[in-house]
């Protein structure tokens, strides 16, 4: 028996009363469950491990970095921050994403990141916002893998970032919010984004497509499919990863 207010309850009882509980809670245009808590508990984590990676690159001794798997022996400036040596290091076009070649750099990913995260987590909920960051941020790296292979250098959460500005606009879309806020960002990050030279085009333009593509899947998803369509949405990025990696590599001289 289970203590009560009043008296006591049966545990079948009480695993009753919380899964109708759960379903009486009311759910985001996405599907998942209004959160109670910290709406935004992914995104500090984020921002967190952001953080503590900048701090690892830039302050640990070089030779802790490789043993930590942080580095390679790439070049000078590849060791410092992470560049791949070989086709055993495929894992950094996902660490790439967490590595940042400045203050300015990662101040100015980790303010977007705190801006737009809080409001995508809330609505797409925890499981679904994360892979909608990883899996943009990785299919710009992919995208930049895809058009420039064996030369590609590129480091930042900015794949990712520009990944979330692109599922706001398809929230704004689906809420009916008013999309002039949103277009002016797109339209002033993007001419910054064409028009620096230090700024990698590709992971922004392959983080935006697939934020759009992702979010559409999940916000637009009908409520009777919604678990099918919101996979078939996330299979479907996986996909068009694996597919711009094999031909990445195809490309790939020698």
């Given at each position: 028996m289970v203590p009560a207010s009043v008296g006591f309850q049966c545990p079948d009882c009480v695993r009753g009363e919380a899964a109708q509980q759960a379903r009486q809670r009311p759910r985001t245009t996405a599907g998942a469950l209004v959160a109670l808590g910290d709406g935004a508990?992914?995104?500090?984590?984020l921002i967190g491990i952001n953080l503590l990676v900048f701090l690892l690159t830039e302050y640990v001794d070089q030779v802790w970095q490789i043993r930590l798997g942080m580095g390679s022996g790439a070049d000078a400036f590849g060791t410092r921050i992470g560049v791949a040596a070989g086709p055993a290091e495929w894992y950094r076009l996902v660490s790439g994403m967490f590595v940042h070649a400045g203050v300015m750099h990662i101040l100015m990913n980790m303010f977007s990141l705190w801006v737009?995260?809080?409001?995508?987590?809330r609505v797409l909920g925890r499981w679904r916002f994360l892979a909608l960051y990883l899996l943009s941020g990785v299919a710009g790296n992919a995208f930049g893998y895809l058009l420039d292979g064996a030369d590609m250098f590129s480091v930042g959460a900015s794949g990712a970032i520009f990944g979330l500005l692109g599922a706001t606009a398809v929230l704004f879309r689906v809420n009916r919010v008013p999309m002039q806020p949103v277009i002016a960002l797109l339209v002033v990050n993007l001419v910054l984004?064409?028009?620096l030279?230090?700024?990698?085009?590709?992971?922004?333009l392959g983080g935006l497509v697939a934020g759009v593509a992702i979010g559409a899947g999940m916000m637009y998803a009908p409520p009777g499919r919604r678990s099918l369509v919101q996979g078939l949405a996330l299979g479907g990025a996986v996909a068009a990863i694996l597919l711009m990696l094999l031909i990445g590599t195809a490309r790939l001289p020698g």
């Amino acid at each position: 028996m289970v203590p009560a207010s009043v008296g006591f309850q049966c545990p079948d009882c009480v695993r009753g009363e919380a899964a109708q509980q759960a379903r009486q809670r009311p759910r985001t245009t996405a599907g998942a469950l209004v959160a109670l808590g910290d709406g935004a508990l992914v995104t500090k984590v984020l921002i967190g491990i952001n953080l503590l990676v900048f701090l690892l690159t830039e302050y640990v001794d070089q030779v802790w970095q490789i043993r930590l798997g942080m580095g390679s022996g790439a070049d000078a400036f590849g060791t410092r921050i992470g560049v791949a040596a070989g086709p055993a290091e495929w894992y950094r076009l996902v660490s790439g994403m967490f590595v940042h070649a400045g203050v300015m750099h990662i101040l100015m990913n980790m303010f977007s990141l705190w801006v737009l995260g809080p409001q995508l987590e809330r609505v797409l909920g925890r499981w679904r916002f994360l892979a909608l960051y990883l899996l943009s941020g990785v299919a710009g790296n992919a995208f930049g893998y895809l058009l420039d292979g064996a030369d590609m250098f590129s480091v930042g959460a900015s794949g990712a970032i520009f990944g979330l500005l692109g599922a706001t606009a398809v929230l704004f879309r689906v809420n009916r919010v008013p999309m002039q806020p949103v277009i002016a960002l797109l339209v002033v990050n993007l001419v910054l984004t064409f028009t620096l030279n230090n700024i990698d085009w590709r992971a922004h333009l392959g983080g935006l497509v697939a934020g759009v593509a992702i979010g559409a899947g999940m916000m637009y998803a009908p409520p009777g499919r919604r678990s099918l369509v919101q996979g078939l949405a996330l299979g479907g990025a996986v996909a068009a990863i694996l597919l711009m990696l094999l031909i990445g590599t195809a490309r790939l001289p020698g």
